[in-house]
């Protein structure tokens, strides 16, 4: 197995140095893994995320993710459109699109033709269950519906990797257990490697490994311990 | 769907703000659509006013001034002395009197004689020219409209009753309203042989008219002078310049206050929607196409703009223009500068608001409540 995220003496500082949100990780993630990322609010979880998604850039130490270097400001568009699938907490859908439309947003960036990226988009949907609201505006769905069609949104380019940041943050329990359910299944089936920030340590205890960050810098954690109390959701 | 088809579909999510931008910049596009029809519509009737008087110019009294049908006369002999003047082909002279015609106290009667009226700016539309010396007429149409006469009837003038036996159109707002008949018959009612109130000129082939007119002007300046149609096409063309350049003026403020309009518009859009611009980037959208579609968007209101300003812009100049006596005449070019001026308020009022969305930092887009 080979490592997807290399991470080395990370640090991002916001507010003129003031608040160094990340200050000094060193973090090997491997292809397919599915890695829970825990920690007190305000710790830089969402920060740490961010990186991984090249969505902001370090201020200094090194980063390395799925063969892209996120240190200096090349490519990024590419990488995000080749390697990452984002699901945010809440699903930011377009709301003037449809379902299906929706997903075929990041394709935009691939050459398919239209025609290509419908039946995509309508294969993405069946994956997640929801071939039959395709036509539906995002407004019509249920909570956890719209999280599913973000799912698919975020599988449109076949992701490396699905970065996750609260993604049953706004869910009742029931419904956010499917939606792990979905993502833990897909992580699996498309052998993609999934990245979950989250609160919930009953989620986190679901990864393979769980990381946890506290003021900028990761905690010790021992794996195996961890991975001994893992519940199976099926 | 196609990435066209999302951009057509981005400006009407906020329907009101949209039809507001679309509002603005249709009056600026009727503005520009009708008043090129105007111009170019008083080109047409001026060109024709130009060529259809087979006449190059004529002459009136000194005293008349440039007013080419007042009362005032010259002497009958001068027609042939500007016949033999060098250049002249030919010379015709017209007698304009004031007398009663039919209900009408007073009206005007032109005298000319029926082989000279090739060089008056008038066609027949229907009957025949009169006779020489006879006591015939023919009306200019808007006189015969107005007083529902026709081509066999017949018209009393100074107590005289005349038969209709022709009716003639003319560009000449002077003459439209006329009625003419032998000069002979002229000198006959007002009783005077010996005056004339102009002269057309026709020069020979090749000679050029100003040359021949600063002629006679050098010979006989003192007494007579002539009016060349080369001046009224001087007059004519400060005017249509002056159109011109108030069509391109109103362009101009078109550009600056439509821009200002989808500046704000767009402004507002790329605003209300910095999550979904972050997710755009989160999902790997590059800058370049996030400002195509912000300026996409931006062209689509402005295009529709145009679109619907152009139509209205023709229906309103083809319902209003008669009404004030205008024939608007409408070219493809027309609609081209509309639809330039669209695409650069377009573009302009595009680019600033996507210059904006493109430098919003994904991570602060996302964060936005
Ligand atoms: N763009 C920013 N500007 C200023 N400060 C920021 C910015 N982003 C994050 N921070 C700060 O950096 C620190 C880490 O933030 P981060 O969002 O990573 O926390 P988190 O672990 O995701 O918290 P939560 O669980 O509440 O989402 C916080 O103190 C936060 O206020
Ligand atoms: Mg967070």
């Not at chain 1, 019509?140 to 799912?151: H, T």
Request: charged fraction near 20%; proline fraction near 3%; include cysteine.
């Amino acid at each position: 197995m080979s490592n997807v995220v290399e991470i080395n003496n990370l640090m991002k500082s916001y507010e003129n140095g003031h608040i160094k949100a990340l200050n000094g990780i060193d973090l090997t993630i491997w292809e397919g893994e599915f890695v829970s990322i825990i920690g007190p609010s305000g710790s830089g979880k969402s920060t740490l995320l961010n990186m991984l998604g090249a969505l902001d850039l370090p201020d200094s130490g090194s980063i390395n993710v799925a063969g892209y270097d996120l240190t200096s400001n090349k490519k990024l568009n590419e990488f995000r459109a080749k390697k990452i699938g984002f699901v945010f907490q809440l699903h930011n859908l377009i709301p003037n699109l449809s379902v299906v439309e929706n997903i075929e947003i990041p394709m935009f960036t691939s050459n398919l033709s239209n025609s290509e990226m419908r039946s995509k988009a309508l294969s993405l949907l069946e994956q997640v269950g929801l071939k039959d609201k395709a036509s539906q505006k995002p407004s019509k769905l249920s909570g956890g519906e719209r999280q599913r069609v973000a799912i698919a949104r975020a599988l449109a380019n076949d992701p490396s990797i699905i970065l996750a940041d609260e993604p049953t943050g706004s869910l009742d329990s029931k419904t956010s257990n499917k939606i792990l359910k979905l993502l833990i299944d897909l992580h699996k089936s498309n052998n993609v490697t999934l990245i979950i920030v989250t609160h919930d340590m009953d989620v986190a205890r679901l990864a393979d490994r769980i990381i946890e960050v506290l003021d900028g810098q990761l905690v010790n954690t021992s794996d195996d311990s961890l991975l001994e109390n893992k519940i199976d959701v099926e | 769907m196609s990435f066209l088809k999302f951009i057509i579909k981005n400006p009407f999510r906020r329907k009101n703000s949209a039809i507001l931008s679309i509002v603005g910049i249709c009056i600026g596009i009727i503005v520009i659509v009708a008043l090129g029809g105007i111009t170019n519509g008083l080109v047409s009737t001026f060109e024709d006013t130009i060529h259809a008087g087979g006449a190059d110019f004529s002459i009136s009294g000194k005293e008349t001034g440039d007013s080419a049908y007042g009362t005032n006369t010259i002497d009958a002999n001068w027609t042939d002395k500007i016949a033999n003047v060098s250049g002249v082909e030919e010379a015709y002279p017209i007698y304009v009197i004031l007398t009663s015609v039919g209900d009408d106290y007073m009206n005007t009667l032109i005298g000319i004689d029926p082989n000279g009226t090739q060089l008056a700016d008038i066609s027949m539309t229907e009957g025949r020219l009169f006779k020489d010396n006879a006591s015939e007429v023919i009306l200019g149409k808007i006189y015969a409209d107005d007083n529902n006469l026709s081509v066999g009837d017949s018209l009393k003038i100074d107590g005289e009753d005349f038969d209709i036996v022709g009716i003639y159109e003319t560009g000449d707002s002077n003459m439209a309203g006329a009625v003419f008949t032998s000069i002979k018959k002229v000198a006959e009612i007002n009783d005077d042989e010996d005056s004339i109130s102009n002269i057309y000129v026709k020069v020979n082939k090749g000679e050029d008219a100003q040359t021949v007119a600063d002629r006679i002007d050098s010979m006989y300046g003192d007494n007579i002078t002539t009016i060349s149609s080369v001046m009224e096409m001087e007059q004519m063309g400060s005017m249509l310049n002056m159109l011109r350049a108030s069509s391109w003026g109103i362009s101009l403020l078109a550009i600056v206050v439509g821009g200002l309009g989808i500046i704000n518009t767009m402004l507002m859009s790329v605003f209300e929607r910095t999550r979904e611009i972050g997710v755009l980037k989160a999902v790997g959208w590059s800058n370049r196409k996030i400002l195509t579609m912000i300026v996409g968007e931006s062209l689509v209101i402005t295009i529709v703009s145009a679109i619907i300003g152009s139509v209205i812009g023709v229906v309103l100049c083809l319902v209003l223009a008669p009404m004030m006596g205008l024939s608007p005449v409408f070219t493809p070019d027309i609609f081209v500068q509309a639809f330039i001026i669209a695409i650069i308020v377009g573009i302009i009022g595009g680019l600033y608001p996507a210059s904006k969305a493109v430098k919003l930092p994904p991570t602060e887009a996302l964060r936005y409540e």
